[in-house]
DNA sequence: GTCTATATGTTGATAGAC
DNA sequence: GTCTATCAACATATAGAC
């Protein structure tokens, strides 16, 4: 039996997976308070606000994305292949941040919105200088805010590799063939 | 000077406005009544619960996605093409009525989610008609996706031709090229 | 640090006049 | 068809005990 998260970190969780599993609406600070298991007064101990409560997803994003670029720049098949691969869902903490902060960006707090441009913004500027093409690397960034963007509206699956979309399946192998096709015609 | 629309028909435009420009939260019934220039009452007369307005709005979605799909089939350059060209943003009331929905999607309401499955269902299976490959139709599919996903989360642009992506530009003729080179590698 | 009230403002929805 | 009350439910936030 592992020892219990502090309160502030259980908080967090909660209001990821409510925003997740029901939408911004049902993530009330009842709701929250409840599924962290304490009770509201404790919540606005750690997090003074809701709009307090948001600022610290979004910093844990802004933490998280720091280390996904390192990765990103790092690995061997390079950051356009990496960035396409961990583009499916795979359950990592970085990919529920994501996807629960999404949930966010369509509301009224431009501070989730702009997180989610600087982040862009560095995958783009990472991509490009792997893939060289400005086009290309436009494409690829694309297809992973699609591939998020199917898990933010239809839910996630039970198998990692594999997302549903429209009932149909997106396989990570095929996917990465057809960005090898996208790179090939302008390959030097 | 035109004719003023029924009150019904300002009502859903009122509704699908401050969706897009305020996000879900900020579509009261009290602020969409006000945007469309009727009372509470009234609005209540047309629509009987909060349900039934957004009902309204998925059914207008549902027919306007008929017109698209017929629009799809009898494109001269193919519905993959048309598909690009038409995921990026023109402003048709077809587009409004996406991202106005796609901004409900992340609720707790399941019939947005279920008109957006069904959609993307009939768009994926005529791309697929299309394009022969079922990896190039899904990447497609997820390129149309990451395009109106920007504009819902980052909000629309002034140029029609092209729409911003995190400062960057996506410029349509760029695409088409890199669809292009997809397909290349899987053409008889 | 965490809890139990409690205050205050909104929101969706009803009733009934016009 | 459209309006003006009015209500009950809920959400955020505060105050103060433990």
Redesign the interface.
């Known amino acids: 039996m592992t020892t219990q998260l502090p309160a502030r970190d259980r908080v967090l969780n909660a209001y990821e997976e409510l925003l997740i599993k029901?939408?911004?609406?049902?993530a009330t600070l009842d709701a929250v308070a409840a599924v962290a298991g304490v009770s509201k007064g404790g919540l606005l101990y750690h997090f003074k606000s809701k709009e307090a409560l948001t600022g610290g997803l979004v910093h844990k994003l802004k933490e998280l994305a720091e280390l996904d670029f390192a990765a990103m720049e790092q690995d061997p098949e390079g950051c356009a292949s990496y960035y396409v691969r961990t583009s499916v869902f795979g359950g990592t903490t970085f990919d529920t941040a994501i996807v629960a902060a999404?949930?966010l960006?369509?509301?009224?707090d431009s501070t989730v919105?702009e997180a989610?441009?600087e982040i862009?913004?560095t995958w783009?500027k990472l991509i490009l200088s792997d893939v060289g093409d400005?086009?290309?690397a436009?494409?690829i960034?694309?297809?992973?805010?699609?591939?998020?963007?199917?898990v933010?509206?239809?839910g996630t699956t039970t198998t990692p590799q594999a997302t549903a979309?429209?009932?149909?399946e997106?396989d990570l192998e095929?996917?990465l063939?057809?960005?090898t096709?996208?790179r090939?015609?302008t390959r030097s």
């Open positions: 029901d939408g911004p609406r049902a999404m949930r960006a369509q509301g009224e919105r989610f441009a862009h913004a783009y400005s086009a290309v436009r494409a960034m694309l297809l992973g805010d699609g591939l998020y963007y199917n933010a509206v239809f979309l429209d009932g149909q997106v095929s996917l063939k057809v960005v096709l996208m090939s015609g």
